[in-house]
């Protein structure tokens, strides 16, 4: 069985700082991927990021970026330049390459103070 | 653009009643799911959907079905509400096995059962 961890319930940054998010996953496959999604308050959850465990690059998308470490299992968002849009809960997931099933952490509260 | 729709914003139903949450996708995915999120725990998959009348249980099931009767709908069923199911519900859609795999997201229905 594959599990997501999020330790940290809620969160706060300073806008225009940069914050990271924590993200740790269990499972003994070796091909996967990995997500990074977004809820912002009462609207609809968009993809944030993706990143494919057979690729040693970090994925970046403008002002987020992630730490993928597949050793230690961790896949952690850096949100650089924090705006008050960035405000939301975020999820991290995972999904085998050959699922279609993701498995969701139970998120990180972030709120971007003026 | 991918649009998920699902039938209700919020809904209030009680004890004991049938309830039926709709959600239809325009992009021709073949992949459809039901997840229920609640504070502290994520999003937790009900049931999913690979293909027309096909279905598989999730992580939660119990008291809850599915139908998927065309490709575009599926509808989440509970046979008999009960306070415990008071909730959010999240539809999502994808593709199957693609390189893809992103996951797009419905609105969310909020379901209070008195």
Known sequence: AQTVTQSQPEMSVQEAETVTLSCTYDTSESNYYLFWYKQPPSRQMILVIRQEAYKQQN??????????????????????????GDTAMYFCAFMKRDGNQFYFGTGTSLTVIP | DV???????????????????????????????????????????????????????????????????KKERFSLILESAST???????????????????QYFGPGTRLTVT
Request: aromatic share 12%; hydrophobic share 30%; net charge positive.
């Open chain 1, 59 to 84: 994925a970046t998308e403008n002002r987020f970026s992630v730490n993928f470490q597949k050793a230690a299992k961790s896949f952690s968002l850096k949100i650089s330049d924090s705006q008050l």
């Open chain 2, 3 to 69: 649009k998920v729709t699902q039938s209700s914003r919020y809904l209030v139903k009680r004890t004991g009643e049938k309830v039926f949450l709709e959600c239809v996708q325009d992009m021709d995915h073949e992949n459809m799911f039901w997840y229920r999120q609640d504070p502290g725990l994520g999003l937790r998959l009900i049931y999913f959907s690979y293909d027309v009348k096909m279905k598989e249980k999730g992580d939660i099931p119990e008291g809850y079905s599915v139908s998927r009767e």
């Open chain 2, 84 to 102: 415990n199911q008071t909730s959010m519900y999240l539809c999502a859609s994808s593709l199957f096995q693609t390189r893809i795999h992103e």
